[in-house]
Structure formats: structure tokens, C-alpha cells
């Protein structure tokens, strides 16, 4: 650029940016043989780093009754969350399952994933876990991520309770009965050595 449209840039008369051309405190300026001064153009202003690792919305449903309705509207309430704070959404991960239940599938594949992550976003801690919530954020801090919780008031969905509280009953049941089996199996199979004996 020529020295007069330099001068204007920087805020100074043309008779400064000549006075700093002379003292050779614009770097890379030149003259032409004609006497024009010109300037190089200024770098342009580098775009803002992209933050590192994806935002992601993760909504979670107790039962598939609630799939259609409480989970579309909770996916689209932490999208609108997300935006007001500024952040794109690069995933939404949406998943039925109990809160008790530590093989939720997506939700696996989420935390093992190589992509990095910047952020998960739940709508409460409970979406995300009924239990050991705060494991996770130490996995989250370790890892270099964050868990970012939209509402932090204790969620009272009773549907929700009822259903962990049920899976919690099946599985404690099952153990018992389960280890009854094995007891029967095992004096069965005790039985069948000594009698081979």
C-alpha cells in the first residue's frame, strides 16, 4: 500500500508515516525509483483458534414410553442451552436406558472415544449416571474435558426412580437366585464325582 493509505490505517498524518519511513521504523517499506513509498500490507488478522475437542449433548431416558417426548425435548432444551452460552454442538447423543445401568452403549463409545471432547453437556447429574457422578468428572478433568451440568437443582422425576429402583430389585434378585442355581449345580455336580469314585 502506498505510504498516504498507511498513514490513514495507523492514525497519523502522512507527514509522520514519512518521518517514520525516513528513521526506518516501518519494516519492509520501500521506495520506487518515481519516490513513492510503499508499505507492505499489514498481515491479516489470524481467525481465533477453534477450541480444541466437540461439544456434545448427551440425553438420556429411563424407558422407551418416554423416547418420543422427554427425550427429544430434553436434547432440544440442551441445544438451546448450549447456544446461549456460545458453544456449537458438534454431537447429540440420545440413549433409553437406566441411569443405574454402567453398559450403556453410546454412552461407552462416547468416553472411549479418540475424538476429543471439549464438553458434555447433561440436563441433570442423573442423566448421565444415578451413581459415582463425581468419578466421572474426575475421569472428565483427567481426561481434559468438562461435564457441564444445565441444571444443577436435584431432578424428582418419579417415573425415572421407579424404574432404577426396579432394576436395582432385579439385579439383587437375580444375584440370589443366581447363586442359588450355582449351589444346586454344584452339590449335583460333587454328587456325580463321588459316584464315580
Not at 131 to 147: D, K, P, R, S, V
Request: contains cysteine; hydrophobic residues 40%; charged residues 25%.
Amino acid at each position: 500500500m502506498r505510504l498516504t493509505a498507511y498513514a490513514k490505517l495507523m492514525g497519523v498524518t502522512p507527514l509522520t508515516a514519512r518521518r517514520w519511513f525516513h528513521a526506518g521504523q516501518i519494516e519492509g517499506a520501500y521506495q520506487l525509483p518515481t519516490g513513492t513509498i510503499i508499505v507492505p500490507d499489514p498481515p491479516a488478522p489470524q481467525a481465533e483458534p477453534k477450541e480444541n475437542g466437540i461439544t456434545v449433548i448427551y440425553a438420556r431416558v429411563s424407558n422407551s414410553n418416554r423416547r418420543l417426548t422427554d427425550l427429544e425435548y430434553q436434547a432440544t432444551r440442551m441445544a438451546e442451552f448450549a447456544n446461549a452460552k456460545g458453544w456449537t454442538v458438534d454431537k447429540i447423543i440420545k440413549e433409553v436406558g437406566s441411569g443405574l445401568n454402567d453398559k450403556r452403549p453410546k454412552l461407552i463409545s462416547l468416553l472411549k472415544s479418540e475424538e476429543p471432547i471439549k464438553r458434555i453437556i447433561v440436563e441433570h447429574r442423573d442423566r448421565l449416571t444415578r451413581f459415582g457422578f463425581n468419578y466421572l468428572e474426575l475421569l472428565a478433568e483427567t481426561q481434559g474435558f468438562e461435564i457441564i451440568v444445565a441444571n444443577a437443582t436435584m431432578d424428582n422425576d418419579t417415573d425415572d426412580l421407579m424404574t432404577d429402583f426396579t432394576a436395582i430389585i432385579t439385579s439383587f434378585c437375580a444375584r440370589l437366585y443366581g447363586k442359588r442355581r450355582g449351589k444346586a449345580k454344584k452339590a449335583a455336580l460333587v454328587g456325580e464325582l463321588n459316584v464315580s469314585d
